[in-house]
């Protein structure tokens, strides 16, 4: 997604709510960092996988030693012919590890249809990788965040997202999901930039 829209959708938001304009005035506009190529999307989902549920210093050093084992480039060919085992002694729990190859699996299956991903519409894409085991919808959200650049995406039951709105907008308990999802409809079409400045409103609450 090019810097200008983003810009220009912080910028939108800014103006209807005082709470993105303070942390618009921080933060600057929204960042996603560069959009991966289609021949990326696979080690994006496998990455997604070995991040969940864990810690950042923690996720990046298994991913690290999972990227290590598959000989510096995560696709579902290496996944597959370094064996579940490879995989656990890297750091992965057998779960994950199970993930990963079912992932492979589809992906040289011809199921996923990865590469042609960025054409469907984003309900499309959380139905399609919701099927691989291991993926449900957060991560599939996640992937169209930080790897299709979508706008409007709005992951309720993400725990840093839901603190992050209560920070930003003075509220003393966490919202639920269900009523975050009300809430968002105020930024729409722009939810993805306002799930960016409820992350950055949790790293300074």
């Known amino acids: 997604m090019r810097g200008s829209r983003l810009h220009e959708a912080s910028e939108e938001l800014a103006s209807r709510s005082p709470a993105l ?36 210093a923690a996720a990046a050093a298994i991913w690290q030693r999972v990227l290590t084992a598959l000989d510096g480039d995560c696709t579902a060919s290496r996944v597959l ?17 199970a993930a990963l190859e079912d992932l492979a699996e589809r992906d040289l299956a011809g199921g996923l249809g990865l590469a042609g991903l960025g054409r ?10 919701v099927q691989v085991r291991g993926i449900g919808p957060w991560t599939a959200q ?7 650049h979508r706008l409007d995406v709005w992951p309720t039951g993400d725990l840093g997202v839901r603190k992050g709105y209560a920070s930003a907008f003075g509220l003393e308990d ?15 079409p722009y939810r993805t930039v306002a799930a960016w400045y409820c992350w950055r409103a949790c790293e300074g609450a």
């Open 21 to 56: 304009a303070r942390l618009r005035a921080v933060h600057g506009p929204c960042r996603l960092g560069n959009r991966p190529l289609a021949s990326e999307r696979f080690a994006s989902l496998g990455r997604a996988i070995v991040h969940q549920q864990l810690a950042g």
């Open 81 to 97: 012919g370094a064996g579940r085992e490879t995989l656990r002694a890297a750091g992965l729990s057998a779960a994950k590890a």
């Open 120 to 129: 469907l519409g984003d309900e499309e894409v959380v139905a399609r990788l």
């Open 142 to 148: 996640m992937f169209l965040i930080f790897t299709l």
């Open 174 to 188: 966490l919202p639920a999901p269900a009523a975050l999802e009300g809430a968002g409809e105020a930024f729409r």
